[in-house]
């Protein structure tokens, strides 16, 4: 998209949303699975040879446990998930071109904080985010 490198880009989130160092290693690998995966639908053969992409750069990962790409980041309780999850949405935005996120929250306050932390990083400002209960 952009002609900007990942680098660059890490670099510029990580300074512009405050990320500790376990958020900057798990966008960091965020960044890289990006890069392993193809940006179309898919299904079937594709999904599975997307995975064994995946699993030659990190090994212990098993499944996706969808139909589609999906990662999950496990980080320690106040690390703040929040907002590396602000932070990808970021990086696929700048990266990818990315302009629509579907997010679950388990509530309303974590919606409202997701959507304010991402706009700091640039993700919201062309959209609109709708936190309902």
Not at 30 to 42: D, G, R, S, Y
């Amino acid at each position: 998209m952009p002609n900007e490198s990942r680098a660059a880009v890490l670099k510029d989130l990580g300074a512009a949303m405050s990320l500790r160092r376990p958020q900057q290693e798990s966008l960091a690998v965020f960044a890289e699975i990006v890069e392993l995966l193809e940006w179309e639908k898919t299904g079937g053969s594709r999904l599975t040879a997307q995975l064994d992409r995946v699993r030659t750069k990190f090994p212990t990962v098993s499944s996706f446990e969808r139909d589609f790409p999906s990662v999950c980041f496990a980080l320690a309780t106040g690390v703040g998930k929040t907002r590396l999850m602000a932070a990808a949405m970021a990086y696929l935005r700048r990266m990818r071109g990315a302009r629509n996120f579907f997010v679950v929250a388990p509530n309303s306050r974590m919606c409202s904080r997701s959507h304010s932390r991402s706009r700091s990083g640039g993700v919201g400002r062309q959209g609109e985010a709708s936190c309902k209960n």
